[in-house]
Structure formats: structure tokens, C-alpha cells
């Protein structure tokens, strides 16, 4: 049991900080730095430096930034909807209660016609 709350810990906290713009940067200048001591020779070379090293080191991060700012929006959306869902409910309550103190004022009326005729 233990175990497995270090793991979410670990996962939460790695989570967030390779998805993060400062590992982004710092992923960004460990990738392109090689670049000033040796570049790629032909076309295929850099084609595979492309593909292995700048998408996958650098875009991962900018992918795991965005869907966690996108989950956040998610979040606060929910957050907003729950929020109006319980204002709504606390309205039709309200409203059910004045309609059945005009249902009970109604019938009072009613019975004071009849009592009157």
C-alpha cells in the first residue's frame, strides 16, 4: 500500500515537473548544444537528429504542458457546472415550496368561497 502512494507520488511529481516550460528549455538547450561540436553529415543524418532528438526531447514536454493546462481548464469547467447545478437545484427547491404555499393559500381561498356560498 505504501508503495503505491510512492509511486503516485513519484509519477504526480515527475508528471508535472517534464511538463513543465522549464524542462522544455532546459531539454531544448542539452539537445541543441551537441550541434555546436559535431551536426549531422547528410540529409539522413539529420533527418534521423530531427525525428529522434528534437521531436521526441523537445515536443513531449510542450505536449505534457498543454494537456495539463488543458485538463486545468477541464477542471475549472466542471467546477463552474457543479457550482450552477447546485444553485439550479437550490432555485427549483425554493420554487417547489412557493408553489405549494400557493397551492395551500389556493385551497384556503377555495374553501372560504365554499363555506361563504
Given at each position: 500500500?505504501?508503495?503505491?502512494?510512492?509511486?503516485?507520488?513519484?509519477?504526480?511529481?515527475?508528471?508535472?515537473?517534464?511538463?513543465?516550460?522549464?524542462?522544455?528549455?532546459?531539454?531544448?538547450?542539452?539537445?541543441?548544444?551537441?550541434?555546436?561540436?559535431?551536426?549531422?553529415?547528410?540529409?539522413?543524418?539529420?533527418?534521423?537528429?530531427?525525428?529522434?532528438?528534437?521531436?521526441?526531447?523537445?515536443?513531449?514536454p510542450?505536449?505534457?504542458?498543454?494537456?495539463?493546462?488543458?485538463?486545468?481548464?477541464?477542471?475549472?469547467?466542471?467546477?463552474?457546472?457543479?457550482?450552477?447545478?447546485?444553485?439550479?437545484?437550490?432555485?427549483?427547491?425554493?420554487?417547489?415550496?412557493?408553489?405549494?404555499?400557493?397551492?395551500?393559500?389556493m385551497?384556503?381561498?377555495?374553501?372560504?368561497?365554499?363555506?361563504?356560498?
Amino acid at each position: 500500500m505504501k508503495f503505491n502512494k510512492l509511486n503516485d507520488w513519484l509519477a504526480d511529481n515527475m508528471s508535472l515537473a517534464l511538463s513543465s516550460m522549464t524542462a522544455f528549455w532546459l531539454i531544448t538547450v542539452l539537445v541543441l548544444c551537441p550541434l555546436l561540436w559535431s551536426q549531422p553529415t547528410s540529409i539522413v543524418a539529420w533527418i534521423s537528429y530531427c525525428s529522434s532528438v528534437i521531436f521526441q526531447g523537445i515536443a513531449l514536454p510542450v505536449l505534457g504542458y498543454t494537456a495539463r493546462k488543458s485538463g486545468d481548464k477541464s477542471d475549472n469547467i466542471m467546477k463552474e457546472i457543479l457550482a450552477m447545478s447546485i444553485k439550479i437545484e437550490q432555485l427549483v427547491e425554493k420554487s417547489e415550496k412557493k408553489v405549494e404555499e400557493i397551492e395551500y393559500e389556493m385551497e384556503g381561498l377555495i374553501d372560504e368561497q365554499i363555506e361563504e356560498s
